[in-house]
C-alpha cells in the first residue's frame, strides 16, 4: 500500500503559478503511476493530469494542457503538479491517486489510492 498527503495548495492571484505537491509513504513509489484530479464547489470530481511509473510519459486534460506540467521524483517519494498561468475556473480542490500498474489513467476509478486533497483558489 500508499499513503499520499498532498500540501502547497492556498490562494493566489489569476496569472500566478502555484506548485502542489504529493508527498508518498509506504511500497516504493516508483511502482506506482500517478494522477492528479481537481473537484470545483458544486462540480464532480475531474481528471487533470496522469504520468506513468518513470515520469517519461504524461497525458493532461484539455482545459490545462499547455499550462500545468506533473512530474514525480521517485528518489524523493513525491509526485508534483506544476500549475502556470491560473485562472479563476482553476479554484478546486486537487488530489494525487495512485495506481500499482502502469500506463496513464484518466478516470477516478483506475486509481487505488488517494490523498486528502489541498485547496487551490484563484482569485481575479
Known amino acids: 500500500q500508499v499513503q499520499l498527503v498532498e500540501s502547497g495548495g492556498g490562494l493566489v492571484q489569476a496569472g500566478d503559478s502555484l506548485r502542489v505537491s504529493c508527498a508518498a509513504s509506504g511500497r516504493t513509489f516508483s511502482t506506482y503511476a500517478m494522477g492528479w484530479f481537481r473537484q470545483a464547489p458544486g462540480k464532480e470530481r475531474e481528471f487533470v493530469a496522469a504520468?506513468?511509473?518513470?515520469?517519461?510519459?504524461?497525458s493532461y486534460a484539455d482545459s490545462v494542457k499547455g499550462r500545468f506540467t506533473i512530474s514525480k521524483d521517485n528518489a524523493k517519494n513525491t509526485g508534483y503538479l506544476q500549475m502556470n498561468s491560473l485562472k479563476v475556473e482553476d479554484t478546486a480542490d486537487y488530489y494525487c491517486?495512485?495506481?500499482?500498474?502502469?500506463?496513464?489513467?484518466?478516470?477516478?476509478?483506475?486509481?487505488?489510492?488517494w490523498g486528502q486533497g489541498t485547496q487551490v483558489t484563484v482569485s481575479s
Open positions: 504520468i506513468d511509473r518513470t515520469g517519461g510519459s504524461t
Open positions: 491517486a495512485a495506481r500499482g500498474s502502469d500506463g496513464l489513467w484518466r478516470t477516478q476509478g483506475a486509481y487505488n489510492y
